[in-house]
């Protein structure tokens, strides 16, 4: 089993759409939950920050930590076609510098 | 937000040379730097954490005596693949810490460099 898993996608839906992407984990020392969206051949851009158990809101976007299931998610509401990019989660542990554990990604592509 | 440079951006180089590839931190000091590489539709592999001053601690799988990391300054790491081969084609993305950040762990990302190996 792999650290974390990532559903792989591609997702379509039409614009102003609610989009869920979710992941899953197996190491229980995982603390900080992040998500990263990016645009082809560029590199990642930090888009949610989150620690723990939890909801975040940020705009268009909430991220969600259920550190008792395992789970995270991430909602966009009202979809744009400019939200069409690579989503990925990433988590890390508690140490000073820890390395990041990514999730595969997934493909988004939001229709006119 | 952090900003994170890469030079070059794409390169191009036969089989059996080396290329090196900066990594900049624009506006802050990175005690800690990270290099990843990421294949066509996968994730991104960590290869190596880089810390200024000190060796490189690599991934169990990545060659160290093939990618040379150093990390000589605060604002400064590079990576260089040596003997390259078409197998090395990949897109090579460095990372930064950012300890002024706030925010534990935050790696802020740069624009990454597309190697091709022919």
């Known amino acids: 089993q792999k650290e974390v898993e990532q559903d792989p996608g591609p997702l379509s839906v039409p614009e102003g759409a609610i989009v869920s992407l979710n992941c899953t984990y197996s190491?229980?020392?995982?603390?900080?939950f992040m998500w990263y969206r990016q645009y082809s051949r560029k590199g990642p851009e930090l888009l949610m920050y989150?620690?723990?158990?939890g909801n975040k809101e940020d705009g268009r976007f909430t991220a969600q930590v259920d550190k008792s299931s395992k789970y995270i998610s991430l909602f966009i509401r009202d979809s744009q076609p400019s939200d069409s990019a690579t989503y990925l989660c990433a988590m890390s542990g508690s140490g000073a510098n820890s390395k990041l554990t990514f999730g595969k990604g997934i493909t988004l592509s939001v229709r006119p | 937000g952090a900003v994170v440079s890469q030079h070059p951006s794409w390169v191009i180089c036969k089989s059996g040379t080396s290329v090196k590839i900066e990594c900049r931190s624009l506006d802050f000091q990175a005690t800690t730097m990270f290099w990843y590489r990421q294949f066509p539709k996968q994730s991104l592999m960590l290869m190596a954490t880089s810390n200024e001053g000190s060796k490189a601690t690599y991934e169990q799988g990545v060659e160290k005596d093939k990618f040379l990391i150093n990390h000589a300054s605060l604002t400064l790491s590079t990576l260089t693949v040596t003997s390259a081969h078409p197998e090395d084609s990949s897109f090579y993305i460095c990372?930064?810490?950012?300890?002024?950040?706030?925010?534990?762990?935050?790696?802020?990302f740069g624009p990454g460099t597309r190697l091709t190996v022919l």
């Open positions: 989150t620690y723990s158990s």
């Open positions: 190491n229980s020392a995982f603390q900080y």
């Open positions: 990372s930064a810490s950012d300890p002024a950040s706030g925010r534990y762990n935050e790696q802020f």
